[in-house]
């Protein structure tokens, strides 16, 4: 499926409203991991939405990367349409949510992470959009999301797309000295 999505300012891709952006998606494959990881360390070094604080590496990741299956807990890769050689520009990951137990299997915490040439592009909105739409069929009611508080464009994209704000947990994090809120949004999809 291709989508179309306008450019916000910010974007480093020139184009207008004639010519949105387009996005694909698919399951990511093992071959993905350093671009996933190039780009999910690109977002460690900012201290705005990850709490790691070194980079990680793929050997790191692969454990985690391999549990996602396209059935259960998929994990997407993004590309541009118009741009394939660009390769992945970002990523979907269903989580499992609360450590795995099965009486939570209705609800997927998500994680959602963009190459910085692909921020305020529609591709976060993109791929929310995609998380609704294929989680009923993944046997997901709702959909969850932890973000810093200060992480106010994550935030109001979430809002935007019908998550509300369903807990706040003051100075949960510290990085670099800096203690950190975290807000939990949640969307029911249906029910």
């Not at 974007?11 to 996005?23: K, L, V, Y």
């Not at 609800?107 to 963009?114: F, G, Q, S």
């Not at 959909?143 to 797309?161: C, P, V, Y």
Request: charged share 25%; hydrophobic share 40%.
């Amino acid at each position: 499926m291709v989508h179309r999505a306008g450019c916000a300012l910010g974007c480093e891709i020139q184009t207008d409203a004639a010519s949105p952006m387009r996005f694909t998606h698919r399951h990511a494959v093992e071959t993905d991991l350093p671009r996933i990881v190039e780009i999910y360390n690109a977002a460690v070094a900012t201290r705005t939405c990850s709490c790691d604080l070194d980079p990680i590496t793929v050997e790191a990741r692969r454990p985690s990367f391999l549990k996602h299956t396209p059935d259960h807990r998929p994990f997407w890769v993004a590309e541009d349409a118009d741009a394939p050689s660009l390769g992945v520009v970002g990523y979907l990951a269903f989580l499992h949510f609360m450590n795995e137990r099965p009486g939570y299997f209705i609800t997927a915490d998500l994680a959602i992470y963009l190459h910085p040439a692909r921020q305020r592009c529609g591709l976060g909105s993109y791929l929310l959009d995609e998380a609704a739409r294929a989680a009923p069929g993944l046997g997901i009611e709702v959909l969850t999301a932890t973000i810093f508080a200060t992480n106010t464009g994550s935030l109001r994209l979430f809002e935007k797309h019908g998550f509300e704000r369903w807990g706040f947990m003051p100075r949960v994090a510290r990085l670099d000295g800096s203690e950190r809120d975290l807000v939990l949004v949640g969307r029911r999809l249906w029910g």
